[in-house]
């Protein structure tokens, strides 16, 4: 079920113990419980979304209970796999990050095999929704660096170990990344980089982690409200605004016309009116599936 109200992401935040995460401390919280780091959040980050995206599989960005039970699991003490996994040919579902905004990161390519950047399917920020209308990164969020400071990590791959912007924490330039776009530092510390080409984010995991169904596991549900939807060929999101609580606008360019998406999502359902060039409105409205 889906109890919690938006207003408790605002909760205060406990970020000190993960470096990065004190920058986004009123829109995500960090609590320790045994061996893990559970990080909650809405999943929505604070700066726009959608806009860019030419490839697009008619999902929306909606809040998440990423809270709770439901929390993402980030180990404190990570550890070095003897049989490190590939991206290439592992993980193609669910996150393999978390960014340091509450956003999860996926595999940098989709569940088909391709480069989702190079498809044409990501925003002007890295990310698009999924088929449970869950905003997602699939490269590094570079952009979070200068909010951040390059002392601290943009984000936490799923093994536990922090991902750095485009420079190491001292400044210097990034050298030496292995297979998976990591290094150990100076003071043998293994951590990984965020790049602007393949594999943009961590390639898989230098650390121990447990792979269950193809995907990183403990890892949050999402839950979708209705059937997935399917790729509008043709069309390219131009705009996208929130207009109200909960509530947004985005629009997309097909075929010389403007259409647009006006949508209410809380954690129990979505109400969604679908208006075409001519103002024509086609309503919708989903409950969100229980986990």
């Given amino acids: 079920m889906f109890l919690k109200p938006a207003s408790a992401f605002a909760a205060t935040s406990s970020t000190a113990a993960l470096p990065g995460f004190a920058a986004f401390a009123s829109s ?18 604070s700066h726009n979304m959608m806009v860019g995206i030419k490839s697009w599989q008619q999902q929306v960005p909606t809040i998440k209970d990423y809270t709770g039970t439901n929390a993402w699991s980030i180990p404190t003490t990570p550890v070095i796999s003897k049989a490190p996994l590939s991206a290439k040919n592992h993980f193609f579902r669910g996150a393999i990050a978390l960014a340091v905004n509450g956003v ?12 989702a950047y190079l498809a044409g399917e990501l925003d002007d920020w890295g990310g698009h929704c999924g088929k449970a209308d869950d905003y997602h990164y699939h490269v ?16 936490y791959a799923l093994d536990g170990f922090p991902i750095y912007g485009s420079t190491e924490p001292d400044g210097a330039k990034v050298v030496g990344l292995d297979e998976f776009n990591g290094h150990f530092d100076k ?4 951590h990984y980089h965020g790049t602007s080409s393949y594999p943009y984010i961590n390639g898989g995991f230098k650390g121990v982690v447990s792979e269950v169904d193809g995907q990183v596991s403990p890892q949050p549900s999402a839950g979708a409200y ?3 939807g399917e790729p509008l060929r043709g069309a390219t999101i131009t705009g996208f605004q929130k207009v109200g609580d909960n509530h947004y606008d985005l629009a997309y360019t097909l075929n010389g ?7 209410t999502a809380t954690l129990d359902r979505m109400t969604v009116a679908f208006i075409d060039p001519q103002g024509n409105v086609r309503n919708e409205v989903y409950q969100r599936k229980a986990r």
């Fill in 257 to 263: 016309g403007t259409y647009h998406v006006n949508y």
């Fill in 104 to 115: 999860p990161i996926f595999n940098a390519l989709n569940n088909r095999g391709d480069d």
């Fill in 28 to 45: 995500v919280k960090v609590i320790r419980s045994g061996r893990y780091y559970l990080v909650e959040s809405s999943g929505l980050p």
């Fill in 226 to 228: 209705g059937p997935a």
């Fill in 187 to 190: 003071k043998k510390k293994y």
């Fill in 140 to 155: 590094a969020p570079l952009h979070l660096q200068s909010i951040v400071g390059r002392t601290a990590p943009i984000a």
